[in-house]
């Protein structure tokens, strides 16, 4: 394991800089503080970082080792949620980026979706940095997945579920859609029991630093997706 490098710290309002993420040990801790401005959030994504933290402290700046990744050609789709698509639910895309926010930030457990970061990404999403799929269910929203795309990177920030199973379809329906407008690299940052079932797997760092160098130089335009995009089966 890497010996442990302290953290680069950020002045409020300081220089745009991240170091090379590759120098940190596997927890990944590369920076603390700085800002949640437009300009610093996309040098972090375009450096394979991200940030996470709790409120009433700084910001603090990701990159653990391995990465969690999320590839079409892994993508599992079990015969249960075959039918689960076709139980009446809707998927749009960047229909309502805002309340997707709001219900990912919704947890009992509390949340690192904080204020400062909704206002931060809402932003981004105004400058077609950042996306949502929405799964709605009897005109109201059941579910739904937001996240940064730069290029050909999807990372894939957060998902919710207020109807049973609405979190996976959102997931599945994103990374079919996504891929098929030619993303390359779908990011989902910490692996999870849930995110193996759906096919996810750990990547070392420096393969997803150099995948995420190619990907970024990819032109891909998420707009205009449609439901045709997300799910053929919903359509039958």
Same mark, same amino acid.
């Given at each position: 394991m890497r010996r442990r490098r302290p953290p680069h710290f950020i002045e409020p309002g300081g220089p745009l800089f991240f170091p090379d993420p590759a120098?940190?040990?596997d927890e990944?801790?590369?920076?603390?503080?700085?800002?949640?401005?437009?300009?610093?959030?996309?040098?972090?994504?375009?450096?394979?970082?991200?940030?996470?933290?709790?409120?009433?402290?700084?910001?603090?700046?990701?990159?653990?080792?391995?990465?969690?990744?999320?590839? #079409?050609?892994?993508?599992?789709?079990?015969?249960?949620?075959?039918?689960?698509?076709?139980?009446?639910?809707?998927? =749009?895309?960047?229909?309502?980026?805002?309340?997707?926010?709001?219900?990912?930030?919704?947890?009992?457990?509390? =949340?690192?979706? #904080?204020?400062?970061?909704?206002?931060?990404y809402a932003e981004l999403h105004r400058l077609g940095h950042a996306h949502s799929l929405e799964v709605w269910q009897g005109g109201e929203l059941a579910g739904g997945l937001y996240g940064v795309q730069r290029g050909g990177l999807f990372a894939a920030e957060s998902m919710f579920?207020?109807?049973?199973?609405?979190?996976?379809?959102? #997931?599945?329906?994103?990374?079919?859609?996504?891929?098929?407008?030619?993303?390359?690299?779908?990011? =989902?940052? #910490?692996? =999870?029991?849930?995110?193996?079932?759906l096919g996810g797997r750990a990547a070392p760092r420096r393969a997803y630093l150099a995948d995420l160098a190619r990907a970024r130089a990819r032109s891909v335009d998420l707009n205009g997706l449609q439901p045709s995009d997300f799910m053929p089966e919903m359509q039958s």
């Open positions: 120098d940190y040990d990944g801790l590369v920076a603390v503080g700085g800002d949640l401005s437009t300009e610093r959030l996309l040098l972090a994504y375009d450096s394979g970082i991200f940030p996470w933290y709790d409120e009433g402290m700084p910001p603090l700046w990701w990159s653990p080792n391995p990465r969690a990744i999320l590839d #079409l050609r892994d993508l599992h789709v079990s015969r249960s949620m075959l039918r689960v698509m076709r139980q009446g639910f809707t998927l =749009t895309w960047n229909r309502d980026f805002a309340a997707v926010m709001r219900g990912c930030a919704d947890r009992e457990e509390g =949340t690192w979706i #904080l204020p400062e970061m909704q206002v931060a579920h207020r109807v049973t199973n609405a979190s996976k379809l959102a #997931l599945i329906a994103t990374v079919r859609a996504v891929f098929g407008r030619g993303v390359q690299l779908f990011d =989902t940052q #910490l692996l =999870t029991p849930h995110l193996s079932s």
